[in-house]
């Protein structure tokens, strides 16, 4: 009975450590010029996740958002969980000034090739250098998924390297000023 309480209590721990999990994101800065910005958004590792919501926002008096597409690393993870039972669905929700994005997949993320989700392209109406408060990356929700379709929240944690490097993180909600 000894050792049975010893296997409860280290499966305790396991437990405990998956309900911590956070997944590694980061804005990283592509080109920019006096017309233009292009950043991505990248998965750095941590835990992995089989949805998320996310919103980027601009500041509209300096910045408008032109186009957001796949990074490599998201068609490449596409590819392999086609192949793997795991087709998935990903929205985008585009307008100025904001950029809603939506991830499901059947199968956990992971980096394939490449490790960027999305690249964002940014039309720059002033010639000034971007700053930490004109772009904001913000997870509403991320999630693991099991075969149950029960969802234990992942906390994100976002590094961004435009304007200079900012770490912020709370466990419900995970926002950077870029």
């Given at each position: 009975s000894l050792a049975l309480a010893m296997i409860m209590s280290a499966a305790l721990t396991v437990i405990g450590f998956a309900a911590d999990a956070k997944a590694n994101f980061s804005i990283t800065p592509v080109s920019e010029t006096d017309k233009q910005l292009i950043f991505s958004v990248d998965y750095n590792g941590g835990s992995s996740f089989s949805c998320f919501d996310l919103e980027i926002s601009v500041n509209t008096d300096k910045l408008e958002i032109e186009k957001c597409e796949s990074g490599k690393g998201m068609q490449s993870f596409t590819e392999y969980a086609s192949s793997n039972g795991g087709a998935f669905p990903m929205s985008n929700i585009l307008s100025k000034g904001q950029l809603k994005a939506s991830f499901v997949s059947l199968v956990n993320y992971k980096n394939v090739s490449g490790k960027d989700l999305f690249v964002v392209t940014l039309k720059k109406l002033k010639s000034?250098?971007?700053?930490?408060?004109?772009?904001?990356l913000e997870f509403t929700s991320c999630g693991i998924s099991d075969e149950n379709v029960n969802i234990t929240n992942v906390?994100?944690?976002?590094?961004?390297?435009?304007?200079?490097?900012?770490?912020?993180?709370?466990?419900?909600?995970?926002?950077?000023?870029a």
């Open positions: 000034d250098k971007v700053q930490k408060s004109d772009v904001k906390a994100t944690v976002i590094t961004s390297g435009l304007g200079g490097s900012v770490q912020l993180q709370t466990n419900d909600k995970t926002s950077a000023a």
